[in-house]
Nanobody, 118 residues
Framework: QVQLVESGGGSVQSGGSLRLSCAAS????????MGWHRQAPGKQRELVAA???????NYSDSVKGRFTISRDNAKSTVYLQMNSLKPEDTAVYYC????????????WGRGTQVTISS
């Protein structure tokens, strides 16, 4: 059974930091690209940051320079370090896994709420 379990969400003030974690089980982690996506109320889910099997990273323009994605293959875990948080970063953050180099998300986590107050 495949599971992606996010943790680390919460409520912080603008300018603060949070670190999200996503622990994967039931998959051969090193075979998957991983990504963090978010969905704010009334908006579509968007890709925030992604990391390939080889460690290449990609960020949306809205978070570039503030967020850092990383992965620990030994722990089957992907992280999202979020600094200089803004109220517009408020959303449910989801972890996604895509097989090899595919852009299609094969597995999703259930999400973790991030709320930034001004």
């Amino acid at each position: 059974q495949v599971q992606l379990v996010e943790s680390g969400g919460g409520s912080v003030q603008s300018g603060g930091s949070l670190r999200l974690s996503c622990a994967a089980s039931g998959i051969r982690f090193t075979y998957y690209g991983m990504g963090w996506h978010r969905q704010a109320p009334g908006k579509q889910r968007e890709l925030v940051a992604a990391i390939t099997r080889g460690g290449t990273t990609n960020y949306s323009d809205s978070v570039k320079g503030r967020f850092t994605i990383s992965r620990d293959n030994a722990k089957s875990t992907v992280y999202l370090q979020m600094n200089s948080l803004k109220p517009e970063d408020t959303a449910v953050y989801y972890c996604g896994a895509n097989w090899w180099s595919s852009t299609q998300i094969d597995y999703w986590g259930r999400g973790t709420q991030v709320t930034i107050s001004s």
